[in-house]
């Protein structure tokens, strides 16, 4: 699981796929199911955690 959400935030900040294309791309058929687990290990949704990195990105 811990290589699924990794992936995912790969995914999540270098592209800008829909949080269901990231989902199933990772393994989840659910985006609901991928979120919940997502935050689970984050701390944060994938699109806050998108919109985190992405700030990040641009003030570097």
């Given at each position: ?16 796929n829909t949080i269901t294309v ?16 997502f935050k689970q290990y984050t ?9 985190q990195a992405t700030e990040t990105?641009?003030?570097?």
């Amino acid at each position: 699981m811990k290589l699924k959400i990794r992936k995912a935030k790969k995914l999540l900040s270098t592209t800008n796929n829909t949080i269901t294309v990231v989902a199933n791309s990772v393994g989840f058929n659910d985006s609901l199911a991928f979120s919940k687990v997502f935050k689970q290990y984050t701390q944060s949704s994938p699109s806050s955690y998108r919109k985190q990195a992405t700030e990040t990105h641009l003030s570097n």
